[in-house]
């Protein structure tokens, strides 16, 4: 029996001719990383292990969260956070947008296994990588020896065929798979995406597809490193495929021809629903950006739906990039002009409003669409509040009309 993608980098990393589905394993870390919010946890349990890190160069704490501190707590933090970084001396220190991106752009590449103090970890798998996401303990644990223990996951395969339509996209395509298969339906799963849809998607959207498999559940989401792939990585990383006779858990087959812009309702990511059955909902703020939908793709398609149009009155459109590069990119094609022209408020890169520390917490009573990754009840705010999660061009159209719109009339 031929082994999957993530059976065959796990067991390089195991130092293993195979390994198996719930298989106990240690594997050796090759990028380890931490936040603002997932550091300060870490530090004492590091310090209860080791005087000193595995691997300087594999290390990489990213201040994203609450950038810069919002309040006096976050400034204590980020100086603990500082201290511990000046302590042992780590190099990869980033302060320039979100963890998940600046490690996509930066580190990651195929063929790697990536640890990382928080969910999306799993992002990382667009790139052909093993990658998910732990507590503060298990990355100090991490940083201290350069291994973690993990059980093998069986596998589930899903393919995506078809062609999407005018102004449907990559986070349409993950919210309606949330939606069929469940936020359980995938619990401790490694999700292998395929398909013609997949092959064409972009890296950017293929980040989002995988970015997103933690809201059903899964451990990890892995697409096979292509052309596009290598183009994106300088080239660098191991051409793991899948054996032709591998074992899958499960096969799952979505022809997404004719779906339209998905919309996940308050306040589960899996509480899913086309456009059309929540449009004319009124709104007070739209959210553009976070590791899901904050890169240059997700930024043009609103500058594209905003240019020459003004916000409604009553809106607040927060637009976030999810990096530096994002940031410069978006403003050498004049997209945050046409964003800024229109009403919007363009903020530093970083997560921004998505966890409701800063830069567009809620009210009670106040609605939001968003492009992030979750809408529970407080994520953002006011427990009072309510969060629909869609694409950036729902977002885009919505903040014109001041309430939830199809973008495919404006496209």
Request: with cysteine; net charge neutral; hydrophobic share 40%.
């Amino acid at each position: 029996m031929g082994m999957t993608l993530v059976e065959k980098i796990l067991a390089r990393a195991a130092n293993l001719k195979r390994v198996s589905p719930s298989d106990i394993i240690i594997v050796n870390v090759d990028i380890a990383m931490s936040h603002d919010t997932t550091t300060p946890l870490a530090i004492k349990p590091f310090f209860e292990i080791a005087d000193s890190v595995f691997d300087k160069n594999k290390i990489v704490i990213c201040f994203d969260h609450v950038v810069p501190p919002a309040n006096i707590n976050a400034a204590i933090l980020h100086k603990k956070i500082r201290d511990f970084i000046k302590k042992l001396g780590l190099v990869n220190v980033h302060m320039e947008g979100v963890c998940h991106q600046i490690l996509a752009e930066k580190y990651v590449i195929p063929g790697y296994v990536v640890i990382g103090a928080d969910s999306h970890t799993c992002t990382h798998g667009a790139l052909g990588a093993f990658a998910t996401g732990v507590g503060s303990t298990d990355i100090a644990t991490v940083y201290a020896l350069g291994k973690i223990w993990l059980r093998v996951p069986e596998s589930f395969k899903i393919n995506i065929e078809g062609r999407l339509k005018k102004g449907v996209y990559a986070k349409d395509v993950i919210l309606y798979i949330i939606g069929e298969m469940g936020a359980d339906g995938a619990v401790y799963k490694s999700i292998e995406f395929s398909g013609k849809v997949v092959k064409d998607f972009s890296i950017s959207s293929r980040l989002t597809l995988t970015n997103m498999v933690i809201e059903m559940g899964a451990m990890n989401g892995i697409i096979e490193a292509d052309e596009k792939t290598f183009e994106y990585t300088g080239g660098r990383g191991i051409p793991f495929k899948s054996d032709k006779d591998a074992e899958y858990e499960e096969v799952f087959n979505f022809d997404v021809s004719n779906l339209e812009p998905q919309v996940a309702c308050p306040h589960n990511v899996d509480n899913v629903t086309d456009i059309s059955e929540v449009e004319g909902i009124e709104i007070d703020q739209a959210f553009i950006g976070t590791c899901t939908n904050g890169r240059v793709e997700d930024i043009e398609i609103a500058a594209r739906i905003l240019d020459g149009r003004r916000i409604k009155s009553n809106v607040r459109l927060i637009v976030t990039p999810a990096s530096n590069r994002v940031y410069m990119e978006c403003l050498r094609r004049g997209y945050i002009q046409k964003l800024l022209e229109a009403g919007a408020i363009v903020t530093n890169p970083g997560c921004g409003a998505c966890l409701g520390r800063h830069q567009g917490v809620l009210a009670p009573g106040e609605v939001c669409v968003s492009t992030s990754n979750r809408n529970f009840m407080g994520r953002m705010g006011s427990p009072e509040a309510k969060i629909y999660l869609a694409s950036p061009a729902v977002a885009a159209a919505s903040a014109v009309e001041g309430r939830i719109a199809d973008p495919r009339r404006y496209l």
